[in-house]
């Protein structure tokens, strides 16, 4: 039985998301910790890998406009990583992306964050900068997106292009 098996992915309610938080706790210290509590409690969609009625981990996903998505944040349960949750919940806000007309999604990982960012580049993402982003939606909207995502130094960019049907 694979994880994907096993596993449902459920959306997660604004009065629901504090029970969530010890996933973020075992996952992240320092300023991400109190970056993704933040976010857990006021970003529009956050989604939940459930099995057997118990949380495995969670996706924190943005629309940055009406062609552009953004994951903030994949943290999974210490118990269940290595389990294929991440994927699941990358391939879960991958869908909800691109059922919602985006073009493009972006995520952002420490610069020595290895495993994410293979997690990332295992779906179709790849690095990209500020300057490519400028090329493509102006400077002033790229601006604009970089405050949304919260992109800090030390971190990389990381873009997938989402083919739309019909395309």
């Keep these: 039985m694979t994880t994907e098996d096993r596993v449902t992915v459920v959306d997660v309610p604004t009065e629901k998301r504090a029970e969530l938080r010890w996933i973020l706790e075992e996952s992240f210290e ?3 910790l109190r970056h993704s509590m933040g976010t857990l409690e006021s970003v529009e969609t956050v989604r939940a890998a ?3 009625d118990s949380p495995r981990g969670l996706v924190m996903v943005k ?7 953004y ?6 349960a210490r118990a269940h990583r290595r389990e294929g949750v991440a994927r699941v919940l990358l391939d879960d806000a991958l869908g909800r992306f691109k059922s919602a007309g985006a073009r ?3 995520a952002s990982v420490e610069e020595d964050n ?4 293979r997690l990332f580049v295992s779906a179709g993402f790849s690095r990209t900068s500020f300057g490519e982003v400028s090329k493509a939606h102006g400077r002033l909207r790229a601006v604009n997106m970089y405050r949304m995502m919260r992109v800090v130094p030390g971190e990389v960019l ?7 049907a019909g395309a």
């Design 71 to 76: 994951v903030f944040y994949i943290a999974v």
């Design 158 to 164: 990381l873009r997938k292009p989402l083919a739309q």
């Design 104 to 106: 493009e999604v972006f």
């Design 50 to 52: 459930v099995s057997a």
């Design 30 to 32: 320092g300023w991400y």
């Design 114 to 117: 290895e495993p994410s960012e």
């Design 63 to 69: 629309m940055l406009g009406p062609t552009s998505g």
